[in-house]
Protein backbone atom coordinates (compact mmCIF):
# COMPACT_ATOMS: atom_id res chain seq x y z
CA UNK A 1 0.00 0.00 0.00
CA UNK A 2 1.17 3.18 -1.10
CA UNK A 3 2.57 5.45 1.94
CA UNK A 4 4.40 8.56 3.04
CA UNK A 5 5.86 9.58 6.38
CA UNK A 6 6.84 12.46 7.19
CA UNK A 7 9.27 13.63 10.48
CA UNK A 8 9.34 15.42 12.66
CA UNK A 9 6.04 15.45 13.85
CA UNK A 10 6.42 18.58 15.84
CA UNK A 11 9.37 21.06 15.75
CA UNK A 12 9.91 24.81 17.82
CA UNK A 13 12.21 27.08 16.67
CA UNK A 14 13.47 30.18 17.77
CA UNK A 15 12.84 33.29 15.10
CA UNK A 16 16.26 32.85 12.86
CA UNK A 17 16.36 29.26 13.06
CA UNK A 18 16.86 26.65 9.75
CA UNK A 19 14.44 23.96 9.61
CA UNK A 20 14.55 20.81 7.88
CA UNK A 21 11.51 18.72 6.72
CA UNK A 22 11.49 15.45 5.58
CA UNK A 23 9.23 13.04 3.89
CA UNK A 24 9.87 9.97 3.30
CA UNK A 25 7.64 7.24 0.50
CA UNK A 26 6.58 3.55 -0.43
CA UNK A 27 4.75 4.13 -3.37
CA UNK A 28 4.77 2.16 -7.05
CA UNK A 29 4.90 3.98 -9.87
CA UNK A 30 5.58 7.74 -8.29
CA UNK A 31 4.54 10.33 -10.55
CA UNK A 32 5.01 13.97 -8.50
CA UNK A 33 5.21 15.08 -4.62
CA UNK A 34 3.91 18.37 -3.59
CA UNK A 35 4.38 20.34 -0.61
CA UNK A 36 1.67 22.09 1.51
CA UNK A 37 1.56 24.79 4.39
CA UNK A 38 -1.38 24.70 6.30
CA UNK A 39 -2.40 27.70 8.81
CA UNK A 40 -5.92 27.47 10.12
CA UNK A 41 -7.64 26.53 7.14
CA UNK A 42 -7.09 25.17 3.26
CA UNK A 43 -3.42 23.47 2.30
CA UNK A 44 -1.82 26.61 0.47
CA UNK A 45 0.67 25.02 -2.25
CA UNK A 46 4.20 25.46 -2.05
CA UNK A 47 6.34 22.62 -4.49
CA UNK A 48 5.75 20.19 -7.05
CA UNK A 49 8.47 18.17 -7.46
CA UNK A 50 9.07 15.61 -10.14
CA UNK A 51 12.71 14.95 -10.98
CA UNK A 52 14.87 13.94 -9.04
CA UNK A 53 17.85 16.61 -7.41
CA UNK A 54 16.20 19.42 -9.02
CA UNK A 55 15.99 22.08 -6.20
CA UNK A 56 12.53 23.96 -6.14
CA UNK A 57 13.30 27.42 -4.29
CA UNK A 58 10.63 30.15 -3.35
CA UNK A 59 12.15 32.93 -1.14
CA UNK A 60 13.67 31.32 2.08
CA UNK A 61 12.37 27.61 1.05
CA UNK A 62 13.73 25.30 -0.98
CA UNK A 63 12.86 21.77 -1.48
CA UNK A 64 14.66 18.99 -3.42
CA UNK A 65 13.65 15.41 -4.26
CA UNK A 66 15.59 11.93 -4.13
CA UNK A 67 14.24 9.41 -5.97
CA UNK A 68 16.92 6.72 -5.21
CA UNK A 69 16.30 7.43 -1.85
CA UNK A 70 12.86 8.03 -1.67
CA UNK A 71 12.36 10.89 0.46
CA UNK A 72 12.06 14.58 -0.11
CA UNK A 73 12.85 17.62 2.06
CA UNK A 74 11.79 21.07 2.71
CA UNK A 75 14.01 24.02 4.19
CA UNK A 76 13.31 26.95 5.67
CA UNK A 77 15.99 29.45 6.88
CA UNK A 78 15.77 32.71 8.58
CA UNK A 79 12.49 31.23 9.92
CA UNK A 80 9.77 34.01 10.84
CA UNK A 81 6.84 34.34 13.14
CA UNK A 82 4.41 33.56 9.87
CA UNK A 83 6.23 30.04 8.87
CA UNK A 84 4.39 28.54 12.38
CA UNK A 85 2.15 26.27 10.54
CA UNK A 86 1.86 22.71 10.05
CA UNK A 87 3.50 21.77 6.79
CA UNK A 88 2.30 18.73 4.39
CA UNK A 89 3.27 16.39 1.90
CA UNK A 90 1.26 14.59 -0.65
CA UNK A 91 2.05 12.60 -4.11
CA UNK A 92 0.68 11.00 -7.03
CA UNK A 93 1.23 7.68 -7.84
CA UNK A 94 0.62 5.43 -10.71
CA UNK A 95 -2.54 6.38 -12.95
CA UNK A 96 -4.26 6.95 -9.50
CA UNK A 97 -5.80 10.76 -9.51
CA UNK A 98 -5.81 11.22 -5.87
CA UNK A 99 -3.43 12.50 -3.77
CA UNK A 100 -2.05 10.91 -0.62
CA UNK A 101 -1.37 12.35 2.00
CA UNK A 102 1.20 12.68 5.40
CA UNK A 103 0.09 13.21 8.51
CA UNK A 104 2.12 16.56 8.69
CA UNK A 105 5.01 18.43 10.52
CA UNK A 106 3.35 21.17 13.01
CA UNK A 107 6.21 23.81 12.90
CA UNK A 108 6.02 26.60 15.76
CA UNK A 109 8.66 29.95 15.54
CA UNK A 110 9.12 31.38 18.42
CA UNK A 111 9.89 34.86 18.80
CA UNK B 1 -6.19 33.60 -2.22
CA UNK B 2 -6.85 30.58 -4.34
CA UNK B 3 -10.36 31.51 -6.30
CA UNK B 4 -11.73 28.36 -4.59
CA UNK B 5 -14.46 29.10 -2.80
CA UNK B 6 -16.54 26.81 -0.39
CA UNK B 7 -20.02 27.00 1.92
CA UNK B 8 -20.87 27.23 4.21
CA UNK B 9 -17.67 28.06 6.72
CA UNK B 10 -19.04 26.63 9.58
CA UNK B 11 -22.14 24.04 10.38
CA UNK B 12 -23.49 22.11 13.13
CA UNK B 13 -25.83 18.97 12.65
CA UNK B 14 -26.86 16.02 14.70
CA UNK B 15 -26.70 12.94 14.10
CA UNK B 16 -28.78 11.01 11.20
CA UNK B 17 -29.37 14.38 9.67
CA UNK B 18 -28.27 14.43 6.16
CA UNK B 19 -25.53 17.85 5.03
CA UNK B 20 -24.99 19.37 1.38
CA UNK B 21 -21.42 21.28 1.17
CA UNK B 22 -20.70 23.18 -1.92
CA UNK B 23 -17.72 24.43 -3.80
CA UNK B 24 -17.02 26.44 -6.60
CA UNK B 25 -13.41 25.68 -8.71
CA UNK B 26 -11.17 28.52 -9.65
CA UNK B 27 -11.69 30.08 -13.27
CA UNK B 28 -10.34 28.03 -16.16
CA UNK B 29 -10.45 24.70 -13.72
CA UNK B 30 -12.29 21.29 -15.07
CA UNK B 31 -11.52 18.76 -11.89
CA UNK B 32 -13.08 19.43 -7.97
CA UNK B 33 -11.37 17.04 -5.20
CA UNK B 34 -12.93 16.93 -2.23
CA UNK B 35 -10.84 15.85 1.43
CA UNK B 36 -12.29 15.18 4.94
CA UNK B 37 -9.38 16.30 7.05
CA UNK B 38 -9.82 14.97 10.93
CA UNK B 39 -8.05 16.88 13.60
CA UNK B 40 -4.38 16.22 13.60
CA UNK B 41 -4.52 14.34 11.05
CA UNK B 42 -3.82 14.68 6.81
CA UNK B 43 -6.72 15.24 4.16
CA UNK B 44 -8.38 11.69 3.70
CA UNK B 45 -9.20 11.37 -0.36
CA UNK B 46 -13.27 11.51 -0.61
CA UNK B 47 -13.43 11.09 -4.34
CA UNK B 48 -12.98 13.62 -7.61
CA UNK B 49 -15.01 14.52 -10.46
CA UNK B 50 -14.04 15.49 -13.86
CA UNK B 51 -16.18 16.84 -16.53
CA UNK B 52 -19.45 16.23 -14.22
CA UNK B 53 -18.20 12.17 -13.70
CA UNK B 54 -17.04 11.14 -10.34
CA UNK B 55 -13.21 10.00 -11.37
CA UNK B 56 -12.06 7.77 -8.26
CA UNK B 57 -12.97 7.35 -4.86
CA UNK B 58 -11.40 6.67 -1.39
CA UNK B 59 -12.13 4.99 1.02
CA UNK B 60 -15.78 5.96 2.43
CA UNK B 61 -19.20 5.02 2.09
CA UNK B 62 -22.17 5.49 -0.14
CA UNK B 63 -23.52 7.48 2.26
CA UNK B 64 -20.79 10.44 0.52
CA UNK B 65 -21.86 11.32 -2.88
CA UNK B 66 -21.40 14.03 -4.71
CA UNK B 67 -22.56 16.18 -7.92
CA UNK B 68 -19.62 18.45 -10.85
CA UNK B 69 -22.03 20.96 -12.50
CA UNK B 70 -21.67 22.01 -16.05
CA UNK B 71 -19.55 24.80 -14.27
CA UNK B 72 -17.64 22.47 -12.57
CA UNK B 73 -18.97 23.61 -9.25
CA UNK B 74 -19.49 20.88 -7.05
CA UNK B 75 -21.59 19.34 -4.08
CA UNK B 76 -20.83 16.94 -1.37
CA UNK B 77 -23.05 15.08 0.20
CA UNK B 78 -23.46 13.13 3.48
CA UNK B 79 -26.35 11.42 4.54
CA UNK B 80 -27.09 9.42 7.76
CA UNK B 81 -24.43 11.42 9.89
CA UNK B 82 -22.38 10.27 12.36
CA UNK B 83 -20.37 11.56 14.85
CA UNK B 84 -17.09 10.46 13.64
CA UNK B 85 -18.38 12.52 10.33
CA UNK B 86 -16.78 15.79 12.15
CA UNK B 87 -14.08 17.32 10.23
CA UNK B 88 -12.89 19.93 8.14
CA UNK B 89 -13.80 19.36 4.59
CA UNK B 90 -11.75 20.59 2.14
CA UNK B 91 -12.30 21.06 -1.36
CA UNK B 92 -9.72 21.59 -4.04
CA UNK B 93 -9.94 22.65 -7.96
CA UNK B 94 -7.33 21.80 -10.73
CA UNK B 95 -6.37 21.47 -14.38
CA UNK B 96 -6.23 18.09 -15.62
CA UNK B 97 -3.56 17.69 -17.17
CA UNK B 98 -1.80 14.44 -18.78
CA UNK B 99 1.59 13.10 -17.17
CA UNK B 100 2.26 13.82 -13.67
CA UNK B 101 -0.27 15.10 -11.54
CA UNK B 102 -1.57 18.75 -11.41
CA UNK B 103 -1.70 20.95 -8.35
CA UNK B 104 -4.64 20.94 -6.21
CA UNK B 105 -5.84 24.49 -5.12
CA UNK B 106 -8.25 24.04 -2.00
CA UNK B 107 -10.60 26.47 -0.93
CA UNK B 108 -11.04 27.65 2.51
CA UNK B 109 -12.70 24.29 3.99
CA UNK B 110 -16.04 23.60 5.84
CA UNK B 111 -16.13 22.44 9.28
CA UNK B 112 -18.20 20.21 10.35
CA UNK B 113 -19.47 19.21 13.93
CA UNK B 114 -22.25 16.67 14.37
CA UNK B 115 -23.38 16.19 17.80
Known amino acids: EDKVVQSPLSLVVHEGDTVTLNCSYE??????LLWYKQEKKAPTFLFML??SGIEKKSGRLSSILDKKELFSILNITATQTGDSAVYLCAFYAGNNRKLIWGLGTSLAVNP | ETGVTQSPTHLIKTRGQQVTLRCSSQSGHNTVSWYQQALGQGPQFIFQYYREEENGRGNFPPRFSGLQFPNYSSELNVNALELDDSALYLCASSLRLAGVGETQYFGPGTRLLVL
Open chain 1, 27 to 32: VTNFRS
Open chain 1, 50 to 51: TS
